[in-house]
C-alpha cells in the first residue's frame, strides 16, 4: 500500500468517526426538540398583562398553536432521517463501500451549518478523488473463512 493510499485510508477514517460524532450532537439536540416544544407551549399560555383597548395574546396565540404541533412533529421525522443519514455515511465511509450513498449523506450534511457544511466539505473533496474513488471499488478478497457457517 502506497503512502497516498494510507494518507486517504486514514483521512476516510478520521471523517468517518466525525461523522459519528456528529450524528450523536444531533440525536442529543433532536432529544431537546420535545422541551422545546413544552417551553413554547407553556410561554404562549403565560397571562400576559394587557393594556386597556389591545388584543389579549393569549387570544392571538390559540389558534397558532394548534399548528405549531405539526410543525415540531414535521421538525423531528426530519430530524430522525438526517441522524440516520448522517450514522449511515459515517458507517458506509469507515466500511468503504456504496460511494454513491456517502455522497449523498455528506451532501444532505451539509444542510447544517457550519459544523455539517465543513464536514460535508471535507467529504464531498474526499469523495471525489480519484485514490478514493478507487478505494471504493476495490473488490473484497474473501477468504476461506467467509464460506463456513
Not at 433532536?30 to 393594556?51: A, D, I, K
Not at 459544523?115 to 478478497?141: C, Q, S
Request: glycine fraction near 6%.
Amino acid at each position: 500500500m502506497s503512502i497516498a493510499t494510507e494518507k486517504i485510508e486514514k483521512q476516510i477514517k478520521t471523517i468517518a468517526v466525525l461523522y459519528f460524532a456528529f450524528a450523536g450532537f444531533s440525536f442529543l439536540m433532536l432529544m431537546l426538540l420535545p422541551l422545546h416544544y413544552m417551553m413554547f407551549r407553556r410561554f404562549s399560555t403565560m397571562g400576559f398583562p394587557v393594556p386597556e383597548g389591545q388584543p389579549d395574546p393569549m387570544e392571538m396565540m390559540a389558534p397558532m398553536m394548534d399548528v405549531m404541533i405539526y410543525f415540531y412533529i414535521v421538525m423531528g421525522v426530519l430530524g430522525v432521517l438526517f441522524v440516520i443519514s448522517t450514522f449511515l455515511t459515517g458507517l458506509l465511509m469507515l466500511q468503504k463501500k456504496n460511494r454513491t450513498v456517502c455522497i449523498i449523506g455528506a451532501a444532505i450534511g451539509c444542510l447544517s451549518a457550519p459544523l455539517g457544511t465543513a464536514l460535508g466539505i471535507w467529504a464531498l473533496l474526499t469523495l471525489f478523488d480519484n485514490k478514493t474513488k478507487l478505494l471504493f471499488e476495490t473488490p473484497v478478497e474473501l477468504n476461506d473463512p467467509d464460506f463456513r457457517n
